[in-house]
Nanobody, 122 residues
Framework: QVQLVESGGGLVQPGGSLRLSCAASGGFFRIDTMGWYRQAPGKSRELVGTISSSGSANFADSVKGRFTISRDNTKNTVALQMNNLEPEDTAVYYC????????????????WGQGTQVTVSS
């Protein structure tokens, strides 16, 4: 089992910045991808951004140019830097990781954090 703990959520004004962090712990052989999804009230959970083990990042069009993502493979952490926040960014943000097992057959599993609230309002 893998546990993910998010931190850094809160209330910010439009145009402000916020940094989310996520730490992974537990049993896994390798973390392949780390990232963030978000879910606003009445909407489906959607991709925010992901980063591969090699550092390749992928973002939703709605946040490109405003958000950046980074990871520390030695600490099993991932961070999301959110700049120029908009009210539409208000949501619960969930950290997620995809892991691979060591023993054949190699299995891929996905885990989710409990979520952290981000509210953008004046």
């Amino acid at each position: 089992q893998v546990q993910l703990v998010e931190s850094g959520g809160g209330l910010v004004q439009p145009g402000g910045s916020l940094r989310l962090s996520c730490a992974a712990s537990g049993g896994f052989f390798r973390i392949d991808t780390m990232g963030w999804y978000r879910q606003a009230p009445g909407k489906s959970r959607e991709l925010v951004g992901t980063i591969s083990s090699s550092g390749s990042a992928n973002f939703a069009d709605s946040v490109k140019g405003r958000f950046t993502i980074s990871r520390d493979n030695t600490k099993n952490t991932v961070a999301l830097q959110m700049n120029n926040l908009e009210p539409e960014d208000t949501a619960v943000y969930y950290c997620t990781v995809r892991t691979s097992t060591y023993s054949p057959p190699s299995l891929t599993r996905q885990y989710w954090g409990q979520g952290t609230q981000v509210t953008v309002s004046s």
